[in-house]
């Protein structure tokens, strides 16, 4: 089979998006396999470099890459190629991968990590000294701690019994050769046998490492995997250096030994990252209906269930009273108020009858819609919000990583400082003894690379996020990126969306005036009449009688009139309610009241008039409310300096009046989906901005902010493109996620100056050619004690728990029970 009948008949494992230009393409992907911010670096460069590749947007929290090309030049099939190339996996970016799946990925890894461990233990071993102090403890703490971890893995996998069992023998048999290499049975045979272990480690076990490594500098990148092999391969070279000429007191287990521990930590760090990853996805996904989206479509006089993708142009749509309007369409037949709120951010219902439009993505009331449809597929107000937020992927600033930032600069320095050593000892020899030290100088070079390599540094960020994570989830949020962990504490502006995030949004009665009646009078002959009624405005004035312990009468007769009110008789009573026309046109004078009708109107509230036998009682006024916490929460945030900025689809004088109410700064009213992403790029030029939102329509502000913020009652394109998710539903736990962000940033400083600590001591003296590569693994022995310690301190559980799920389902804290 030649290649071209290859790409043909391959499944096509990327999906096309509209591009900015007419003579460009666009696709998305996505890619396994990333494990940190340089890791979308090293992509982004790499498909940068291909001709007729114009940009590239990696996103780490999706997974996903957007690539804008020439299809002249370049072809979707070489592209991926490439970061098939590289080390990642493609996958179809349109389907969810299955939970069964991902768990399979953890324990894989776990096992990886399990292999490494007995070949870690057993490298300890052979290459401890007993002679006393240091010598001891410092093996000892390394063998402690893998051991440790040893029986975490193998009682997830196998049970206690197993891992009691597995941990036991494996320390019998360490310690055996310890017995035998103390009493000079193994010396001989301990370089050769670690040197084994270590190329075992190297190209077996961690070959995916070597095999990123050497694609990373094909390209010309230097990332995290050309450091850690520039640290193992040292590790080689410095111990075939001492089999093959075999200097007197030359380190040559150690050299081997090191190979295998970094490794070892880096496949650490892997798992962990991905387990810390993985979790946060599929937390999403319990959030979020998976479900395909389906339509009723009236065909031959008979309703059947048919999925979205299927309806065509000019298909009638019967949508029952609680459903989600699934298509864009216009009302033919039926009468029912329309929530719109989580579309176009207006708060109260919209009457909809035949001829109105309907927009998918709202909720249908109580009445039962047959709906034509007039757009599909990308003419969609669903697909065109799903294409507004790629443009917001592919636009929005990227936050690398602190400890990426590092690596950075840090892997060239260590690269540079280990060559200059190996040079300067040469001619330094030369000059000074008139003979070139080949030996001291490579010893020198390898020795910087293997204290080089900062093995705690991995380990450094997953385990602050796994403490944070854990305290998020414990107060009801969820925090799923490393943008909610690092950037959020850096937030200068937080964008609140209205109705629904700012305010409860459901309607309320709010004001209440009265002529010649009291407000409990109004109350019980209002809500007697509408109690017969299913009408969301109906329903708010029911549940305010209930709230003042207001008995309810029966009713005799009922009749409503489609958006403008009802009729009822209450015992002796005939009563009206309804708007101030409807009431007006019943033959009722509302004069007394019109100047107070037309000052509520004003500032946004919807007005309900209420007579009793042709004598007007009073009017009512309902409108959205601000949540308990909100004005508490905008205080709170302008006392830490931070900036309020309102962003609604809503009408300007109610998003005014609510902004006046909450304290906030700014306000932006009247403004569509894709608008509201642009106000968000055009915040982003004075500082970095956070997005708090629920509603379709914040979903591209959402993905364009620094950090989004989703309520966990949303939609679940909002969560989708959140980076922290409020399970609870209470706004202030917005500055309880920034307080965590700010914890977990600084617990990580720590944690990379503890990292680095030892490292930054030992390259300049493993320069000299003084140094032994054993105090490398003392270095990262101390260091990654000391990160241990300092994240988990006071909550171990935290990571026992984390290690302990893999291969567990997972359980989501509904928002409703949050």
């Known amino acids: 089979m030649n290649t071209a009948t290859a790409v043909e008949s391959a499944p096509v494992l990327w999906s096309e998006e509209p591009s900015s230009r007419p003579d460009r393409a666009r696709i998305r992907a996505r890619i396994g396999g990333l494990h940190c911010s340089l890791c979308t670096g090293t992509i982004e460069k790499a498909l940068g470099k291909r001709p007729g590749v114009d940009s590239v947007a990696v996103s780490l929290t999706h997974e996903q890459a957007l690539v804008e090309y020439d299809p002249a030049i370049a072809h979707p099939e070489e592209l991926l190629q490439v970061l098939r190339d590289i080390g990642y996996t493609i996958s179809d970016p349109r389907k969810v991968r299955p939970y069964e799946e991902e768990e399979r990925d953890l324990v894989r890894e776990g096992k990886r990590f399990l292999a490494a461990i007995a070949l870690s233990l057993i490298a300890i071993a052979l290459n401890a000294d007993l002679s006393g102090g240091w010598s001891i403890v410092l093996p000892a703490s390394v063998f402690t701690s893998m051991v440790a971890l040893l029986y975490l893995v193998l009682r997830r996998s196998h049970g206690v019994r197993v891992a009691t069992g597995g941990a036991a023998g494996l320390c019998v048999a360490a310690v055996a050769m310890l017995f035998f290499q103390q009493r000079g049975l193994l010396s001989p045979a301990a370089p050769f046998i670690v040197g084994g272990l270590a190329v075992t480690m190297v190209f077996g076990v961690g070959r995916h490492i070597l095999h990123m490594a050497i694609q990373a500098l094909r390209r010309r990148i230097l990332n995290q995997h050309v450091l850690l092999e520039a640290g193992a391969f040292a590790g080689l070279g410095g111990g075939l250096v001492g089999l093959i000429f075999q200097p007197a007191g030359f380190p040559t287990t150690p050299f081997f030994a090191v190979a295998v521990m970094v490794v070892t930590y880096h496949i650490f760090s892997e798992w962990l990252s991905l387990i810390v990853k993985t979790r946060s996805s599929q937390a999403v996904k319990r959030l979020l209906d998976l479900q395909p989206e389906t339509a009723r479509v009236v065909r031959n006089d008979q309703d059947q269930e048919l999925a979205v993708e299927e309806i065509a142009i000019g298909d009638q749509v019967r949508i029952r009273p609680g459903e989600r309007v699934p298509v864009d369409g216009e009302v033919i037949s039926g009468h029912s108020a329309v929530d719109q709120s989580l579309v176009t951010g207006e708060p109260m219902p919209v009457e909809k009858t035949t001829g109105d439009p309907v927009v998918s993505g709202s909720i249908n009331g109580t009445g039962t819609l047959l709906v034509r449809v007039t757009a599909v597929g990308e003419e969609s107000f669903l697909q065109q919000v799903i294409r507004q937020v790629?443009?917001?992927?592919?636009?929005?600033?990227?936050?690398?990583?602190?400890?990426?930032?590092?690596?950075?600069?840090?892997?060239?320095?260590?690269?540079?400082?280990?060559?200059?050593?190996?040079?300067?000892?040469?001619?330094?020899?030369?000059?000074?003894?008139?003979?070139?030290?080949?030996?001291?100088?490579?010893?020198?070079?390898?020795?910087?690379?293997?204290?080089?390599?900062?093995?705690?540094?991995?380990?450094?960020?997953?385990?602050?996020?796994?403490?944070?994570?854990?305290?998020?989830?414990?107060?009801?949020?969820?925090?799923?990126?490393?943008?909610?962990?690092?950037?959020?504490?850096?937030?200068?502006?937080?964008?609140?969306?209205?109705?629904?995030?700012?305010?409860?949004?459901?309607?309320?009665?709010?004001?209440?005036?009265?002529?010649?009646?009291?407000?409990?009078?109004?109350?019980?002959?209002?809500?007697?009449?509408?109690?017969?009624?299913?009408?969301?405005?109906?329903?708010?004035?029911?549940a305010a009688a209930f709230e003042r312990g207001i008995d309810l009468q029966d009713v005799e007769e009922f009749e409503a009139v489609p958006g403008k009110g009802i009729t009822a008789r209450l015992a002796d009573a005939n009563v009206v309610v309804g708007s101030p026309a409807f009431v007006k046109e019943k033959g009722i004078r509302i004069e007394n009241l019109a100047g107070r009708i037309g000052e509520l109107e004003e500032v946004g509230r919807t007005v309900i008039a209420v007579a009793k036998n042709d004598r007007l009682l009073g009017i009512m006024a309902l409108g959205d409310r601000l949540r308990v916490d909100a004005t508490e929460t905008i205080t709170a945030m302008g006392k830490a300096g931070l900036k309020t900025v309102l962003l609604t689809g809503d009408n300007e004088r109610a998003a005014r009046r609510i902004a006046r109410e909450a304290g906030i700064d700014e306000v932006y009213a009247g403004v569509k989906p894709g608008g509201k992403a642009d106000i968000i790029r055009r915040l982003q030029k004075n500082g970095r901005v956070a997005m708090v939102g629920d509603g379709i329509n914040d979903a591209p502000a959402l993905m364009q902010a620094d950090i989004g913020v989703a309520m966990g009652s949303g939609t679940d394109i909002a969560i989708e493109s959140a980076d922290i998710i409020i399970l609870g539903n209470r706004l202030k736990l917005t500055m309880t996620a920034r307080d965590i962000s700010r914890q977990s940033y600084r617990k990580m400083l720590q944690n990379i100056v503890l990292a680095f600590m030892f490292n930054g001591i030992g390259i300049p003296v493993a320069a000299t050619g003084l140094i032994y590569p054993v105090w490398a693994m003392a270095a990262m022995a101390v260091s990654v004690t000391a990160i241990f310690f300092n994240s988990l301190w006071g909550r171990p559980s935290l990571f026992f728990d984390a290690i302990l799920s893999v291969g567990q389902p997972i359980q989501v804290k509904s928002p409703q029970n949050a």
């Open 390 to 542: 790629e443009d917001a992927r592919a636009l929005k600033p990227g936050l690398l990583h602190l400890v990426d930032r590092i690596l950075r600069i840090y892997t060239p320095t260590v690269l540079s400082l280990a060559t200059l050593a190996f040079i300067g000892w040469l001619a330094g020899s030369y000059l000074f003894d008139g003979q070139v030290n080949l030996q001291r100088a490579a010893f020198a070079g390898l020795s910087v690379l293997v204290m080089g390599y900062p093995c705690a540094l991995g380990i450094s960020a997953p385990l602050s996020i796994v403490r944070g994570a854990g305290e998020a989830a414990e107060n009801g949020i969820l925090m799923r990126t490393g943008e909610a962990f690092q950037g959020y504490r850096l937030a200068t502006h937080i964008v609140f969306d209205k109705t629904g995030t700012l305010t409860e949004g459901r309607p309320m009665v709010r004001e209440i005036e009265t002529v010649e009646s009291t407000e409990e009078e109004l109350l019980a002959v209002a809500g007697a009449a509408e109690a017969s009624s299913e009408h969301s405005l109906a329903q708010a004035v029911v």
